[in-house]
């Protein structure tokens, strides 16, 4: 990405308030995803940030993150992997309770997804309490594979997400 920053990106990023709920600030990447030139420069940005790290598979965490991975993988040549909400994989999965900023949830991913000694980022839209993010990691882990990295399009300091991934590579493109 050359000539683009966060910033810049920042401008396509709509913020809608008491969204899941009251309080909550959503970051809307819709119309980001919607300008060509964005959507180009927020992958290559993701991509840029993966820079010295071995990646064999880039897990996609449902459904903004897949938006997002996808791409991600192809520029990589790596796989692309999907972990998703419960009940949605087609196949024999493992699967991990988190918190959100607004309540629980479950992520799955199909056992045979990854092999020991997979090298592993995960990348997502966003990063707020870090819930999401670890509960991908410990579903990568337990199938033996290593997590290189969390790339993120959005990063919420406030939120302390970071902090609950000590001890993993965190980038993010843009910092609230």
Known sequence: MTGVS???LQRLIRDIPDVPSPGVMFRDIT???????GYEDA??????????????KV???????????????????????PVRKAGKLPWAVVREEY???????????????????????????VLATGGTAKA???????????????LFLIELPALGGRAALA?????????Y
């Open 59 to 81: 897990i996609g965490i449902e459904a903004r993150g897949f938006i997002m991975a996808a791409p991600v993988a192809y520029h990589l040549n790596a796989g692309f992997i």
């Open 31 to 37: 119309p980001l995803l919607a300008d060509p030139k």
């Open 167 to 175: 001890g993993h590579s965190v980038s993010s493109v843009i910092v």
């Open 99 to 125: 918190s959100l900023e607004y309540g629980t949830d479950q992520l799955e991913i199909h056992r045979d997804a990854l092999s020991p000694g997979d090298s592993v980022v995960i990348v997502d839209d």
């Open 43 to 56: 992958v290559q940005a993701i991509v840029g940030l993966s820079h010295g790290k071995r990646v064999d």
């Open 136 to 150: 991908a990691i410990k579903l990568v882990e337990g199938l033996g594979a290593t997590v290189s990295g969390l």
């Open 6 to 8: 966060g910033s810049d």
